[in-house]
């Protein structure tokens, strides 16, 4: 690159950044403000009187708001629900992208079609199913049913169907059977794919705080969503809080998605495909 | 790429159903049995607590199509606020985070950092980032318009609360939040096309623009089926942005077909008409993706 | 107090919202759904002796009202070594969606607060259960609380919560503003002519000092308050039809309109703008909820002072919330549980001047005027409107009908449609969706 185009592309990148990370370094910053100061018009940039006043209020002693516990709960439902996405999607992605079988189409179609019925018609449904099972206020009941969502499904096999198929025919003239071609073949050459769709499921169920509300009853059995409105609801206007509170919960994501990136960069190992 | 037949092995007997039975197992509890027992509602008076809960069959779906109903004219107004936020949001999020992958899928110093930059809006939650807007885009108080006051601008637009502004707000916010999203998908669909397509169309003296027409796009098609289908989906299921930054406002113009549904069903507690809604407004999302499939597969 | 607008909104639940003149009880026709909660017949008492009990109590005191209660939790613990409290606290937005989930699988608390305009919802919903035994055995009566509230909890003939407190609107105003434009800063306007005339000194010194939003928190209920000034309702008493599009309701809205039309207030405020502006000296007054004397509490070097609403109309009257003790239903109705609980509401109930420190107004008379509430210069001043409050009719899903009245103010304040129209247009859904509720609670 030259020179000039090299200073010309950073800086259009770098610009362009700016819009996308301004927003950001706001809420850290009035993460770091008093309650007034945050609401102050014109607005400060710099807080003049710097204060973790609203971390203290988010860790303070108070033993009703155990926000340690609903880090690691969120942790573990974001977690096992990724896995467990990952591990039941890709599986059918690949029946779905590359056998025959009779039905194929119809089953296809119906897990898409399910993905356009509104989440809100399945959280009653849902719920009673639940309690069923048994499984209200546990971490069961946040991490299994959102691995049903047809998206993984849907997501895999699109990418599943872009993925040459000489690696395969040639595994299957090796003598590899089905559950061989997957995992030594098509997982490996779907690194890219597994691992957005990883990083995309743990920051669905990271996020969710509609479905949370209604199968956790005891507080430290709460993730962070739910847990943090118990703190912010009264601030109504503390932002300060507000914005830690958001902080906290997006930083760590924040870090794990620049770890996938490695994944997803490595991608279809620019192979010895061949051509 | 040359169409292989399924070689024999694969996709014989039960090998195909078993890899499908766990998910199946997930999908047929938690998502099918639900979406059944949604329809079923649909066909009554529902309320889960009630011990009452009378067939109605289809007046539920009747009462949407009934202008003297209590639900005709919201149901509509927000199927049409539904309608103009996915008519405006969805190409923008097919296109712009396509240019900003290709960006990113070339070498140079700091591109995890870019991509990392992009992304980040979206690992905040929605909560966040519609208090973090309604703060910024305040007519009156927000930063948006002092700094627009600031650079001689008309400082007194009203983002969140005045037409067409709140379109653009919510757009735009939905844009900014979610591009990172569709990017890190096209991200990993570029991985997909093998470096050798790319060789050979260069030996073949291709242009960049060419390159992309007759190499990038092909093998991202079904990754781009797949980016189109959701955008539209997760346009049309938009609920938290407009709840939080216009609150609907002004009147109910910004009161999206989700909003209505939830505060129907779950406010209310009328579900079988939420639910009625819902699969309304299902009915009329598979219809835009059956063309949308039908598009991309007469391309071929 | 005021859940987090944010997540209230998301949940598309608007607790809080105020009402009309109250109500005698509702018919006494149509089916009761209830089950379980006429059985704990049983006498109640002020202590309970039985064997040792655990009891869950659920609530929205997510602020500064979350320790006091918790403190007040942890005392009649200590005191009662045979009952055993336990508190969990929720976001409000979350609790109203939570708990009528959990009761129905049977996971439901034993006890909880409750808005009153929720009351009658939950009942004819079976969530929660009569408390007509509990109101009995402890001897409460209307005069021992103040009659509109007391009234409130009753549902078809039925009581079914035990007023705790009420939270009214009252008048907030920055002292630094007020004296900026020669006005007295201990002696803000009580009616309609001062009023004006402060804002328009204000205005004279380039302030706009009532800014006015189009938002439910405050702008429906500084509508609702306006309307019972003027004389009006929102409801007839059995909430049959929509009486806020009449002359009064007119007159209230078009008043809050003429402020923006007359440069009282700024066009387009936003949510919570109102609340900001007083903070930052960019308006001079701010109708808010009780709870507001905590958020200001908190805002160092504010000078500021809270009153009762300014008499605009013809009578003084304000909006308010009221926070109110219930009992839920279970799968297996246990008699020592609903004793116990009934012993736990009686002692709360009658600590609530240590309540009323955390920002609210007892409901109980008694501690009302005690010389210790009296004390409590900003409550009491609110306080004060004990008897110029409204709530709305105890009608099952009198909320959904309430929500057009927020279209209505939106529009109105947002100068997309004249007063008139906008409330004749949010008039026509409510009898609808009134007519709707009717037939599904079979009131």
Not at chain 2, 38 to 44: A, E, N, R, V, Y
Not at chain 2, 185 to 211: F, K, N, S, T
Not at chain 3, 2 to 8: A, E, L, N
Not at chain 3, 272 to 278: G, K, S, V, Y
Request: proline share 6%; glycine share 10%; net charge neutral.
């Amino acid at each position: 690159m030259g020179r000039v185009r090299g200073i010309a592309w950073y800086t259009m990148l770098g610009g362009l950044s700016l819009v996308f990370v301004a927003p950001v370094v706001w809420m850290l910053i009035t993460s770091f403000k008093t309650a007034d100061e945050a609401t102050r018009v014109p607005p400060t940039i710099v807080p003049r009187d710097p204060t973790v006043g609203a971390y203290e209020t988010l860790f303070g002693g108070d033993s009703q708001t155990p926000v340690l516990r609903w880090f690691l709960n969120s942790m573990l439902a974001a977690s096992g629900q990724a896995l467990l996405v990952l591990a039941v999607a890709s599986m059918a992605a690949y029946a779905l992208a590359r056998m025959d079988f009779r039905g194929k189409r119809i089953v296809f179609a119906l897990i898409v079609a399910t993905m356009f019925v509104p989440i809100f018609t399945l959280i009653i449904p849902n719920f009673l199913i639940i309690d069923r099972l048994g499984w209200l206020d546990s971490l069961w009941a946040l991490i299994v049913p959102g691995a049903a969502s047809a998206f993984g499904v849907f997501f895999l096999r699109q990418f599943f169907l872009g993925l040459p198929r000489e690696l395969e025919e040639a595994a299957v003239l090796e003598g590899a059977n089905s559950w061989q071609i997957f995992t030594k073949v098509i997982l490996p050459l779907s690194k890219p794919a597994l691992a957005t769709l990883a990083v995309i499921s743990f920051l669905t169920n990271w996020n969710d705080f509609i479905w949370p509300v209604y199968v956790l009853f005891s507080p430290e059995n709460f993730t962070l969503p739910p847990g943090l409105g118990t703190l912010q609801g009264a601030y109504n206007i503390n932002y300060p809080v507000i914005m830690a509170g958001a902080t906290l919960a997006s930083i760590p994501v924040l870090i794990l998605f620049v770890i996938s990136q490695r994944y997803i960069i490595e991608g279809v190992s620019r192979s010895g495909l061949k051509g | 790429m040359v169409a292989v037949k399924a070689a024999p092995g694969r996709g014989a007997g039960l090998t195909p159903y078993l890899f499908l039975a766990p998910y199946a197992l997930l999908f047929v509890t938690f998502t099918l049995v639900p979406a059944g027992y949604g329809l079923w509602i649909s066909l009554h008076d529902w309320d889960y607590l009630l011990p009452g809960k009378p067939f109605v069959g289809l007046d539920n779906y009747r009462a949407l199509f009934s202008s003297s109903s209590p639900v005709f004219d919201f149901f509509w107004q927000s199927m049409q606020a539904t309608g103009i936020f996915t008519v405006f949001s969805v190409p923008l999020l097919v296109v712009v985070p396509l240019g900003i992958a290709l960006i990113l899928n070339r070498s140079f110093r700091g591109r995890t950092a870019f991509r990392a930059v992009y992304f980040a809006p979206y690992v905040l939650g929605v909560a966040v980032i519609g208090v973090l807007w309604r703060f910024l885009l305040d007519p009156n108080l927000g930063a948006v318009n002092a700094l627009l006051g600031a650079v001689g601008l008309p400082d007194a637009t009203a983002w969140t609360t005045g037409l067409p502004w709140a379109w653009i707000s919510l757009v735009g916010v939905t844009v900014w939040w979610t591009l990172g999203f569709n990017a890190v998908i096209y991200l990993a669909g570029l991985q997909d096309i093998p470096r050798e397509l790319y060789d050979a169309a260069r030996v073949d003296g291709a242009g960049r623009w060419a390159e992309f027409r007759q190499v990038t796009l092909p093998g991202l098609r079904p990754v781009l089926l797949f980016v189109v289908i959701n955008t539209i989906l997760a346009s049309s299921n938009m609920f938290g942005q407009a709840y939080l930054i216009t609150q609907g406002a002004p009147g109910v113009e910004t009161r999206t077909a989700i909003m209505y549904i939830a505060e129907e069903g779950l406010r209310s507690y009328r579900m079988g008409s939420a639910a009625a809604m819902s699969y309304l407004l299902t009915l009329a999302l598979l219809l835009i993706s059956m063309i949308t499939f039908r598009l991309f597969r007469t391309k071929d | 107090m005021k859940p987090h607008v944010t997540r209230r909104g998301l949940l598309g639940l608007g607790v809080g919202a105020g009402g009309a003149v109250l109500l005698g009880a509702c018919g006494d026709d149509g089916p009761n759904p209830i089950v379980g909660g006429g059985q704990n017949a049983q006498p109640a008492s002020t202590a309970y002796t039985g064997p040792n009990v655990a009891l869950t109590f659920w609530n929205g005191f997510t602020g500064g009202d979350g320790p006091v209660m918790k403190a007040l939790v942890d005392r009649f613990n200590s005191e009662n070594p045979n009952i055993k409290v336990t508190m969990n606290v929720y976001e409000w937005a979350d609790y109203y969606q939570k708990v009528p989930a959990a009761v129905s699988t049977g996971n439901g608390p034993d006890l909880g607060i409750m808005h009153v305009e929720q009351v009658a919802t939950n009942a004819a919903r079976g969530v929660v259960l009569p408390l007509d035994d509990v109101a009995a055995s402890l001897q409460l009566k209307e005069e021992d609380f103040s009659p509109p509230v007391w009234r409130a909890g009753v549902y078809n003939s039925k009581r079914y919560a035990i007023p705790l407190d009420v939270h009214p609107q009252g008048m907030f105003y920055n002292k630094a503003v007020l004296e900026r434009a020669g006005l007295d800063p201990e002696n803000p306007p009580k009616t309609n002519d001062d009023y004006l005339k402060a804002l328009d000194a204000l205005k004279g010194k380039g302030v706009q000092g009532h800014w006015a939003t189009p938002f439910p928190f405050t702008g429906t209920h500084q509508f609702e308050s306006l309307t019972w000034q003027f004389g009006g309702q929102l409801f007839d008493d059995q909430a049959t039809k929509p009486l806020f599009a009449e002359g009064p309701g007119v007159q209230a809205l078009t008043w809050l309109v003429d402020l923006v039309k007359n440069g009282y207030s700024p066009k387009n405020v936003a949510q919570d703008a109102d609340l900001i502006a007083l903070q930052n000296g960019k308006a001079a007054f701010n109708w808010n909820g009780i709870w507001t004397i905590n958020t200001l509490r908190a805002v160092k070097g504010l000078n500021w002072g809270v009153t009762a609403l300014p008499t605009i109309g013809t009578q003084p009257a304000a909006w308010a919330g009221s926070h109110n003790f219930v009992q839920f239903k279970q799968r297996a109705t246990d008699q020592n549980k609903l004793q116990a609980g009934k012993v736990f509401i009686n002692f709360i109930s009658k600590q609530s001047v240590e309540w009323a420190k955390g920002g609210q107004v007892p409901a109980r008379k008694e501690i009302r005027e005690g010389a210790e509430f009296k004390g409590l210069k900003e409550q009491a001043a609110i306080g004060a409107q004990i008897d110029n409050l409204h709530f709305p009719p105890s009608v099952p899903g009198i909320p959904d009908a309430m929500v057009t009245i927020d279209t209505a103010v939106n529009e109105a304040i947002l100068l997309r449609k004249e007063p008139g129209k906008a409330l004749a247009d949010a008039a026509a859904k409510a009898s609808q969706i009134l007519e709707q509720n009717r037939k599904k609670y079979g009131g």
